[in-house]
């Protein structure tokens, strides 16, 4: 594993640590010298799923959320976003567009754009055990690594 | 999250500035609502040309205000989105709701 290099953090779901975690991944993800693009992408990417923890996965108590970025071999950028709260029963479903258990405030759109802004996303999640999210996107190097 | 209004014959603009994320969207959509309230706007502007950042949670409050302004038989717009609000918006498919003006009108 050499060529792995990584954060990991913890945070309570507060609304308020979205900007916290979107902030910290994008300043570590800024090694591999994206592009000012690629970088919003990863902190959309982020933001949506730690919104979901707090929304879907805690509703209405405080869990904890943890969050691993990675950077493998040099060019791919994943990040882990893990929850232990009441899980997604139909991960399918979930994922489809406008598809929402949150009512009017939410828009049904937070896997449509995890999926549009990175390359990949992967979905495990047990009800009443929790929800794990890993995206990847390449990053191109512009210049050669230092 | 800051929102700046402008309020004038009937069209009631709101510029919003900064990021519009799940934590932002929570207050801004109750100033929001009493600004309407308030106005009784027959046209709604969203203006984005000073938004930084938006994610899905942006996407439900753009949708909740057309739908609010439809309500009392107005209508709402988006103007000016750039960057990575502009990729947000047409990841999301939006525009097949609300109009969305990449220049003011």
Known sequence: MTNTDYIKFEFPSRSVNE???????????????????????????????????????YPGVLGTIWLRARIIDES??????????????????????????????????????????????????????????????????????? | ???????????????????????????????????IDDALPRNLIMDLSELNFMDSSGIALILRVSRRMSDIGGKAWVENPLGQPLRVLNASGIDRVVKVFEKAR
């Open chain 1, 19 to 57: 900007s916290f975690a979107r902030a910290a991944v994008a300043s570590f993800a800024a090694r591999l010298d994206p592009t000012l693009e690629e970088l919003a992408d990863i902190k959309t990417a982020v933001s949506e799923a730690v919104t979901n923890c707090i929304v879907h996965a």
């Open chain 1, 76 to 146: 791919t950028f994943e990040i882990t976003v893990r929850d232990t709260g009441v899980g997604i029963p139909d991960v399918k479903k979930a994922r489809e567009p406008m598809y929402t258990t949150g009512g009017d405030d939410r828009s049904g759109m937070g896997f449509t754009i995890m999926e549009s802004f990175m390359d990949k996303v992967k979905v495990r999640s047990v009800e009443g055990k929790g929800t794990s999210v890993t995206m990847t996107r390449r990053i191109v190097r512009r210049t050669s690594a230092v």
């Open chain 2, 1 to 35: 999250m800051k929102i700046y209004t402008a309020e004038n014959d009937g069209f009631l603009k709101l510029s919003f500035t900064g990021e519009l994320d799940h934590h932002g969207a929570k207050t801004a959509m109750k100033t929001i609502d009493g600004l």
